[in-house]
Nanobody, 128 residues
Framework: QVNLVESGGGSVQAGGSLGLACAASGYTSTYCMAWFRQAPGKERERVASIGGRAGDRIYTDSVRGRFVITKDNAKNTLYLQMNSLKPEDSAIYYC??????????????????????WGQGTDVTVSS
């Protein structure tokens, strides 16, 4: 049984930083993982993904250069460091994972339809 639990959300002013963590249990480190977000009235979108074997990373254009996705295999934990936050970054952030040992690169964890497991979400609010 795979379980993903996010932590670290909160409120911050524009220009500030927040770090998110996702503790994964029942999960193999070779699987790709990702962070998605969903703002009110909008579709869920991928923010960043990381490959399970090679550790390759892909970012959506709006966060590239400001957000960093990393993972600690020893702790089974996925992280998202968010810097220079903007009001438009406000959303519920979800940890996500794909259970497929033949599709482990970051590019194979970018669509909602590719995701097998979701965390419960953590709220990030950025005020101007």
């Amino acid at each position: 049984q795979v379980n993903l639990v996010e932590s670290g959300g909160g409120s911050v002013q524009a220009g500030g930083s927040l770090g998110l963590a996702c503790a994964a249990s029942g999960y193999t480190s070779t699987y790709c993982m990702a962070w998605f977000r969903q703002a009110p009235g909008k579709e869920r979108e991928r923010v960043a993904s990381i490959g399970g074997r090679a550790g390759d990373r892909i970012y959506t254009d709006s966060v590239r250069g400001r957000f960093v996705i990393t993972k600690d295999n020893a702790k089974n934990t996925l992280y998202l460091q968010m810097n220079s936050l903007k009001p438009e970054d406000s959303a519920i952030y979800y940890c996500a994972g794909r259970i497929d040992d033949s599709r482990t690169s970051a590019g194979q964890c970018i669509a909602v339809s590719e995701i097998d497991y979701w965390g419960q979400g953590t709220d990030v609010t950025v005020s101007s």
